[in-house]
């Protein structure tokens, strides 16, 4: 019955590019509540929504948003209109549209903590890897991770592209976790969304890094301003992840007025 529920949720052209272990899982989890089979295939898509496509935006996030980034590539990735195609395809899912104001910065303010890496593990990744203009990490091979396809296949593309080493594999980090020896892990706005599938699944993931570094991050629509109680909801939160994994032997903060961000120096 599990497969049968894969298989027709798999129909759905907006769900073919999910990891089908995730299908499986879901479908495992939902079929023991649903009335029938459809109803049971409608509540998976429910459950894909949350966890993927929400983030995806309007635009399909396929290699064709790659046109412009190709158009505009001369083999330097401080040329400007090289970025601005970049930040163009970023504009097209959720979270990374949120962090484009920062990118300046806010890496650099990361790798001030850590290090420059000279393996980058993007748990989660969406379209986190076209912020590798603004990262300054050299030849570091970046290990970009994610349930979904659909954005790592233009990862992928645009890691080939510019010649950064790189692998890419899709992953449901609920049921695996990446244990790619890298100096920092990126877990960027990862941890809401894993919440809602499995409330351990978090603190089995940091426990099973195999990082110095973990960088966690959490949405904070306005800081200090009305997004005041998802503030605290968030702080508390990273405070029991920290408790739970029992692995972080330092933390220090490098939030921006619409993400709350921390770096974790784990032990081991
Ligand atoms: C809020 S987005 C964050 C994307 C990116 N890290 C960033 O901050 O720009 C959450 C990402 O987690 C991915 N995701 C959701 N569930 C996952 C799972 N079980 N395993 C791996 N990735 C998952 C989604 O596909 C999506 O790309």
């Known amino acids: 019955m599990t497969a049968e ?7 759905s052209s907006r769900y073919r590019d999910v990891d089908v272990a995730l299908l499986a899982r879901l479908a495992g989890e939902e079929l023991p509540k649903a009335r029938n089979a459809d109803d049971a295939v409608k509540r998976v898509k429910r459950r894909l929504h949350q966890a993927v496509g929400a ?9 064709l948003l790659l046109d412009g980034v190709r158009a505009a590539w001369h083999g330097d990735l401080t040329d400007a209109a090289f970025r601005a195609a970049c930040a163009d395809v970023m504009r097209s899912h ?7 104001p920062y990118l300046d910065t806010l890496y650099m303010r990361i790798w001030e903590r850590t290090g420059i890496p000279s393996a980058l593990l993007d748990v989660g990744c969406g379209f986190g890897p076209l912020a590798l203009p603004w990262m300054g990490i050299g030849d570091a091979t970046y290990l970009a991770t994610d349930v979904d396809q659909r954005p790592l296949q233009t990862v992928d593309a645009f890691l080939e592209m510019v010649g950064q080493p790189h692998s890419v594999r899709t992953m449901d980090v609920v049921a695996t976790t990446p244990d790619d ?3 920092v892990a990126l877990l960027l706005k990862l941890v809401p969304t894993l919440d809602r599938q499995d409330p351990g699944a978090a603190v089995r993931l940091i426990r099973g890094l195999n990082v110095r570094h973990a960088v966690v991050s959490f949405p904070a629509r306005s800081l200090g301003g009305r997004g005041k109680g998802m503030e605290r909801t968030y702080r508390e939160r990273l405070d029991r992840l920290i408790e739970e994994s029992a692995r972080a032997t330092a933390t220090t903060e490098v939030s921006v007025s619409n993400e709350l961000i921390f770096v974790l120096t784990l032990d081991g």
């Open 55 to 63: 983030f995806r935006g309007e635009r399909r996030g396929d290699l």
């Open 181 to 183: 020896r890298a100096d």
């Open 5 to 11: 529920i894969v298989e027709r949720v798999r129909r």
């Open 94 to 100: 959720a979270s990374t549209r949120e962090r484009l």
